[in-house]
T-cell receptor
């Protein structure tokens, strides 16, 4: 299966700062998604973004499929952005998504 | 309210004692799946189901069983749990044709 690398593994920010999280794939990926797991463990879909750019409020994501990476931008970070951010994708005809190990984000007030 | 529910939320059990974790969704989704989450490993899919009576193995199916007799329910069965199945388990569902997955709240299982 594909390998998914996320960077950085850990990130500490002051409230109001901007950040960029990266996801690299070892092969062409379909159905690329970003998720947020809050400190209480709840998993939330952020973006389905196989290619191109999407924005949702302070968050935006860009996937460059030909270069096998995706970026998640968080602007004007808030303490509620804390948690772990995962990217995941499938390859070929597989229905089984491969998740990265996540980026753990802590936003201090 | 559209949701995925899991029960129990927390469970401590002993090796070899059969257990079932239930998952139910009220969104009429065709696709359901189970994941386990372990520190440093992200989420790994255990089993998935494309629809009623259609199930297939994910990345880590060993030691688990599932069934999909009804569209809304997708229980995860551990016939003989072992300590290496201690983990945080998530059930998820989505509509066929959509890529937005809805996750349950998670079940934290400890096998002693």
């Amino acid at each position: 299966g594909i390998q998914v690398e996320q960077s950085p593994p850990d990130l500490i920010l002051q409230e109001g700062a901007n950040s960029t999280l990266r996801c690299n794939f070892s092969d062409s990926v379909n159905n690329l998604q970003w998720f947020h797991q809050n400190p209480w463990g709840q998993l939330i879909n952020l973006f389905y973004i196989p290619s191109g750019t999407k924005q949702n409020g302070r968050l935006s994501a860009t996937t460059v499929a030909t270069e096998r990476y995706s970026l998640l931008y968080i602007s004007s970070s808030q303490t509620t952005d804390s948690g772990v951010y995962f990217c995941a994708g499938t390859s070929g005809g597989s229905y089984i998504p491969t998740f990265g190990r996540g980026t753990s984000l802590i936003v201090h007030p | 309210e559209a949701q995925v529910t899991q029960n129990p939320r927390y469970l401590i059990t002993v090796t070899g004692k059969k257990l079932t974790v239930t998952c139910s969704q009220n969104m009429n989704h065709e696709y359901m799946s189970w994941y386990r989450q372990d520190p440093g490993l992200g989420l790994r899919q255990i089993y998935y189901s494309m629809n009623v009576e259609v199930t297939d193995k994910g990345d880590v199916p060993e030691g688990y069983k599932v069934s999909r007799k009804e569209k809304r329910n997708f229980p995860l069965i551990l016939e003989s749990p072992s300590p290496n199945q201690t983990s945080l388990y998530f059930c998820a569902s989505r509509r066929t044709g959509s890529n937005e997955q809805f996750f349950g709240p998670g079940t934290r299982l400890t096998v002693l």
